[in-house]
C-alpha cells in the first residue's frame, strides 16, 4: 500500500486500475493499518545514514 501511495511503479498501477473498477473491492484489516502506521514513523534511510546506523555502501540507489 505504501508504495502504490509513495511511488508510481508497479503497486501504483495496480491500484489505479483496480480504483476504475467498481465490482472490486479492496478490504483492509487493522493489522495492517497498525502496520502501515509504524512503518511511516520509521526514521528515512537518509536519517540513519546521519545517525551512522546504515553503512552508506548498503543503501541501495
Known amino acids: 500500500?505504501?508504495?502504490a501511495l509513495l511511488w508510481r511503479g508497479?503497486?501504483?498501477h495496480l491500484l489505479a486500475a483496480i480504483s476504475q473498477?467498481?465490482?472490486i473491492q479492496l478490504y483492509i484489516s487493522m493489522a495492517l493499518l497498525e502496520e502501515l502506521a509504524d512503518v511511516l514513523t520509521w526514521p528515512s534511510e537518509?536519517?540513519?545514514l546521519q545517525q551512522g546506523k546504515i553503512l552508506r555502501g548498503s543503501v541501495l540507489t
Open 1 to 3: 500500500m505504501l508504495s
Open 10 to 12: 508497479p503497486p501504483h
Open 21 to 23: 473498477r467498481s465490482s
Open 46 to 48: 537518509n536519517d540513519l
